[in-house]
């Protein structure tokens, strides 16, 4: 079985105030191409879960593995690297850097990564944005376009340098129905055209039903 | 006739020199770390504003080394610029002091303000400017380094 991410047997604890489990012993595989959302009530430990998986937290017992690597035990720099050329995340708040134009915030991640020069990177930023619709919008500043727009050059943004894998934190929650419906439909047209596996925590039932699989988790269990 | 050396006559002269040259030291070191914790009054608080920004590098893939150059280069630039400027202004003012007339019986050949342009100051000055500034970037940078991302982000 060739899962693109791999959880197994994750503990996590939360030591203040009190100590309290919130994961117990949560297995699961993402294939590739794979558009899956996670489901479940405030606290049961989804969003705790997705940090996990992204790398950003590494306070967790078991083990991640990416691409068949392990992942669990690297340091930070090597994690910072994988967090950045293979996965891209999205969050509910679209955290754009508000001095910078749409084309250089999505062009971030890429000069990072430094595989490619500037010229080419500013190419395939525009790319990102045309199959977003926004191309209009590339030399405007991140503070000056709607709530809808920001969130479309954030799904840029991750896209910058085609990760394996999209997570996401509740991407829809501050968008209106109609932006929300845009945003599902460009992540299955990812996921069908281009093979990229997603993984989104989500409270939005419409949003949920639509995709491949839904996990449910309670009290930091999934539900089988 | 009373013949007396010039280093018995300058005596007096001498350790008025010694003490002045003193206090001008101190008072200027006393002034530039006051500069310095301005510095890093203003970086810490540049940290607070820029958090969500640091977690979102660190969530696109930035280190926490590549968060702390960043504000380690501000602090630098900061003096940098802040150094030159102050030696452009020093030389300005200095030359113009330079032009101001002065005359006292005690130093008969000296018609304007006697002003030192010593190179040395100059470098003296820009070398304390950036030391100061690169202390006062060490321990904020160091705390963008250790934010964590996740925290931040799950504040909102």
């Known amino acids: 079985m060739d899962y693109v991410l791999e959880a197994r047997n994750i503990d996590k604890y939360f030591k203040k105030p009190v100590l309290f489990q919130v994961l117990k012993d949560v297995s699961f595989g993402i294939e590739k191409g794979e558009f899956t959302s996670i489901m479940g009530k405030s606290g049961c430990g989804k969003s705790t879960l997705l940090y996990i998986l992204s790398t950003m937290d590494t306070d967790y017992d078991g083990e991640l593995f990416i691409n068949g690597k392990l992942i669990t035990g690297q340091d930070q720099r090597s994690l910072s690297r994988l967090r950045n050329e293979h996965i891209g995340f999205v969050f509910q708040f679209h955290y754009l850097l508000a001095e910078f134009t749409v084309l250089e915030n999505v062009m971030l991640p890429a000069k990072k990564l430094g595989t490619y020069s500037n010229e080419e990177i500013r190419v395939r930023a525009m790319e990102k944005l045309r199959m977003l619709g926004i191309e209009k919008l590339a030399l405007k500043k991140a503070s000056q376009i709607s709530g809808g727009e920001k969130q479309r050059v954030a799904i840029a943004r991750a896209l910058i340098n085609d990760p394996s894998i999209i997570m996401g934190d509740e991407p829809t929650g501050n968008l209106d129905s109609h932006n929300a419906a845009n945003v599902f439909n460009i992540f299955k047209q990812l996921s069908v055209d281009q093979g990229l596996s997603l993984l989104i925590v989500t409270h939005d039932d419409d949003f949920a039903k639509k995709t491949d699989r839904i996990i449910e988790m309670s009290d930091g269990r999934i539900l089988k | ?156």
């Not at chain 2, 003193?22 to 008072?27: C, G, K, N, P, S």
């Not at chain 2, 501000?74 to 610029?81: C, D, E, P, S, T």
């Open chain 2, 1 to 156: 006739m009373n013949a007396v050396d010039i280093n018995t006559a300058n005596a007096q002269f001498e350790t008025g020199t010694t003490i002045r040259n003193l206090i001008t030291y101190a008072v200027s070191f006393t002034l530039l770390v006051v500069a310095g914790f301005g510095i890093y009054n203003i970086l810490n608080m540049l940290i607070y504003e820029k958090m969500n920004d640091i977690a979102i590098l660190k969530a696109t893939g930035f280190s926490g080394n590549d968060v702390q150059y960043i504000f380690m280069s501000q602090a630098l630039i900061i003096g940098i610029i802040g150094g030159v400027l102050g030696l452009l202004l020093g030389l300005g003012l200095s030359l113009l002091i330079d032009q101001a007339p002065f005359e006292t019986d005690s130093l008969p050949t000296i018609t304007t303000y006697p002003v030192n342009h010593d190179p040395m100051f100059y470098v003296i000055g820009i070398v304390f400017a950036l030391i100061s500034t690169f202390l006062a970037g060490v321990l904020p940078s160091r705390k963008a380094k250790k934010i964590d991302a996740v925290q931040i982000i799950r504040g909102q």
